[in-house]
């Protein structure tokens, strides 16, 4: 799963990694390290490849209310091609998602430590994802999932799935008849591409948004009555 994220570079240093059009100063959203489900966030679309404003939480063109959205944050890699709410984008509406880091928990769930995951080469993450658009509610988008890395699985049972370079073409070619081979894409990052240290349980409450909540710890912090209450919901995707 994949329920909280970190896009804290600037979208003029995201436009150069991505090769894509600049973003307007004035849409630009604020650099926010702690990306919550419904928030709105920087997605990467193709022809021509340019960098877009849209809300997290897939909500399909025949949705009757908003908050179907909260419910599909995530898009499972194995079912993406025909589950009801995400084929249809998947067939012509695919995207990256630009991260600096997710985070994880680990442990015991009423001691559950965030972690902050990322890059070791200090790159951005180019997340697999899906939009949609809706006629009332908008542009909106899900991240999708997949099986562990080994490494991984250590902290998870599920990761985004990561596309380097060489695969961002591959991804955004939509339109595709039979885009199975695009579900190949949809695999665990390498052994040796992530990197993970705890970081403070701040980043359980969605209001926390600052550069601190990726500073490393030195040891787990203890739990407190306000972490139980703030804990981030579990998402299945």
């Given at each position: 799963?994949c329920?909280?994220?970190?896009?804290?570079?600037?979208?003029?240093?995201?436009?150069?990694?991505?090769r894509?059009?600049?973003?307007e100063?004035?849409?630009?959203?604020?650099?926010?390290?702690?990306?919550?489900?419904?928030?709105?966030?920087?997605v990467?679309?193709?022809?021509?490849?340019?960098?877009?404003?849209?809300?997290?939480?897939?909500?399909?063109?025949?949705?009757?209310?908003?908050?179907?959205?909260a419910?599909?944050?995530?898009?499972?890699?194995?079912?993406?091609?025909?589950?009801?709410?995400?084929?249809?984008?998947?067939?012509?509406?695919?995207?990256l998602?630009?991260?600096?880091?997710?985070?994880?928990?680990?442990?015991?769930?009423?001691?559950?430590?965030?972690?902050?995951?990322?890059?070791?080469?200090?790159?951005?993450?180019?997340?697999?994802?899906?939009?949609?658009?809706?006629?009332?509610?908008?542009?909106?988008?899900?991240i999708?999932t997949?099986?562990?890395?080994?490494?991984?699985?250590?902290?998870?049972?599920?990761?985004?799935?990561?596309?380097?370079?060489?695969?961002?073409?591959?991804?955004?070619?939509?339109?595709?008849?039979?885009?199975?081979?695009q579900?190949?894409?949809?695999?665990?990052?390498?052994?040796?591409?992530?990197?993970?240290?705890?970081?403070?349980?701040?980043?359980?409450?969605?209001?926390g948004?600052?550069?601190?909540?990726?500073?490393?710890?030195?040891a787990?912090?203890?739990?407190?009555?306000?972490?139980?209450?703030?804990?981030p919901?579990?998402?299945?995707?």
């Amino acid at each position: 799963m994949c329920a909280r994220y970190s896009r804290h570079s600037d979208p003029q240093v995201l436009a150069d990694f991505f090769r894509s059009a600049p973003l307007e100063p004035a849409v630009a959203p604020l650099p926010n390290f702690n990306v919550a489900p419904t928030q709105q966030s920087l997605v990467v679309l193709d022809e021509p490849r340019r960098l877009e404003v849209m809300r997290w939480g897939l909500i399909p063109a025949w949705a009757k209310d908003a908050r179907f959205g909260a419910r599909t944050i995530n898009a499972r890699a194995e079912t993406v091609a025909d589950k009801p709410a995400f084929r249809a984008a998947f067939r012509a509406r695919r995207c990256l998602v630009p991260a600096d880091g997710f985070y994880e928990w680990m442990g015991p769930r009423n001691r559950r430590q965030p972690l902050y995951i990322h890059r070791a080469d200090g790159h951005p993450l180019a997340l697999a994802g899906l939009w949609e658009w809706h006629a009332e509610f908008g542009r909106s988008f899900t991240i999708i999932t997949t099986a562990p890395s080994t490494w991984m699985s250590a902290v998870h049972s599920r990761m985004p799935a990561i596309l380097e370079p060489d695969d961002w073409d591959a991804w955004l070619s939509a339109g595709d008849d039979d885009p199975g081979w695009q579900a190949a894409l949809l695999r665990p990052a390498a052994e040796d591409v992530l990197r993970r240290h705890p970081v403070s349980r701040e980043v359980n409450a969605v209001a926390g948004s600052g550069p601190e909540l990726i500073q490393p710890i030195a040891a787990p912090e203890p739990q407190t009555s306000h972490d139980r209450e703030s804990q981030p919901p579990l998402f299945g995707g």
